[in-house]
Nanobody, 123 residues
Framework: QVQLVESGGGLVQAGGSLRLSCAAS????????MGWFRQAPGKEREFVAV????????YYVDSVRGRFTISRDNAKNTAYLQMNSLKPEDTAVYYC????????????????WGQGTQVTVSS
């Protein structure tokens, strides 16, 4: 069992930055790939980014590539999502998730989920 707790969401103006954190407890954090997903009102949950077990491999959805950076610190059992140049269309609840499979981009492949943190970008 892995427990995930996100933090760092909030209200920011367009062009601003936020850094989300995902603190994990329970089983060995480094054994899981970590992903970030988001869900806007009335829309399905969307993949945002994934990072492999050691942090050496990352992948992003096209809409955030070049603006967002996913990272992890296995010593601290924490994953991060640095979000720069935020746009109003980035407004959503952001979720971190853990998967025992390597480098997955679909929600149903993930075993554990956090409760989500709201990110609101004003224009």
């Amino acid at each position: 069992q892995v427990q995930l707790v996100e933090s760092g969401g909030g209200l920011v103006q367009a062009g601003g930055s936020l850094r989300l954190s995902c603190a994990a407890s329970g089983r060995t954090f480094s054994a899981y790939s970590m992903g970030w997903f988001r869900q806007a009102p009335g829309k399905e949950r969307e993949f945002v980014a994934v990072i492999g077990w050691s942090g050496g491999s990352t992948y992003y959805v096209d809409s955030v590539r070049g603006r967002f950076t996913i990272s992890r610190d296995n010593a601290k059992n924490t994953a991060y999502l640095q979000m720069n140049s935020l746009k109003p269309e980035d407004t959503a609840v952001y979720y971190c998730a853990a998967t025992r499979y390597y480098f997955r981009r679909t929600a149903h492949d993930y075993d554990y989920w956090g409760q989500g943190t709201q990110v609101t970008v004003s224009s």
